[in-house]
């Protein structure tokens, strides 16, 4: 079974506007929480690490929130641009192991 | 250039013909890891090592190999390649290992197609 379940597994949004991506995850114990954003054919690139006494944090445009009770992180793009379609991918690491698991990604794809 | 690099990009062979895919990194990265992506399974992983000489198997280890002798360099082997191992592979580094808070790079990926 899948440790980490991502929603909506697609999106289209327009150029500008906001999107949000949910990740539920049940690895236990929990470490860290990891996004990654991955264009088509090429190497995933982290966007936030967060550790269970991180709510917030945002790169740029990006802002990641983790709820670590509910087992819960959300990815936010603010004001999409072209250069955001690409999947985004959630990633667990358990306490104490050096395994990650892998969400299947959120295919965002932002049109003019 | 802090990166990672895989050689070669991409590659198609037959099904028995060992092959050997080479990954580098020239951060000094400890961990280094090896991972398959397929549509609809997402990123898997494959092997990972925490140091030299000091490799482990991941979730789909079957079918492979790789060794670590040099910090730098952690190569996946494919003893007798079959037609499932088609597949887009990552080589991926960190500091340190990925229960801390490491940032992971990956590389560029390698495509490889097994007839």
């Known amino acids: 079974k899948n440790q980490v379940e991502q929603s909506p597994q697609s999106l289209i949004i327009l150029e500008g506007k906001n999107c949000t991506l949910q990740?539920?995850?049940?690895?236990?114990?929990?470490?860290?929480l990891r996004w990654y954003k991955q264009d088509t054919g090429r190497g995933p690139v982290s966007l936030t690490i967060?550790?269970?006494?991180?709510n917030t944090k945002s790169n740029g445009r990006y802002t990641a929130t983790l709820d670590a009770d509910t087992k819960q992180s959300s990815l936010h793009i603010t004001a999409s641009q072209l250069s955001d379609s690409a999947s985004y991918i959630c990633v667990v690491s358990d306490y104490g192991n050096n395994r990650l698991a892998f969400g299947k990604g959120n295919q965002v794809v932002v049109i003019p | 250039e802090a990166q990672v690099t895989q050689n070669p990009r991409y590659l198609i062979t037959v099904t028995g013909k060992k092959l050997t895919v080479t990954c580098s990194q020239n951060?000094?990265?400890?961990?280094m890891s090896w991972y398959r992506q397929d549509p609809g399974l997402g990123l898997r992983q494959i092997y990972y090592?925490?140091?030299?000489?000091?490799?482990d198997k991941g979730d789909v280890p079957e079918g492979y190999k790789v060794s670590r002798k040099e910090k730098r360099n952690f190569p996946l082997i494919l003893e007798s390649p079959s037609p499932n191992q088609t597949s887009l592979y990552f080589c991926a580094s960190s500091l340190g290992g990925l229960a801390d808070y490491n940032e992971q790079f990956f590389g560029p990926g390698t495509r490889l197609t097994v007839l």
């Open positions: 967060m550790t269970f006494s991180e």
């Open positions: 951060m000094n990265h400890e961990y």
């Open positions: 990740c539920n995850y049940t690895v236990s114990p929990f470490s860290n």
């Open positions: 090592s925490m140091n030299v000489e000091v490799t």
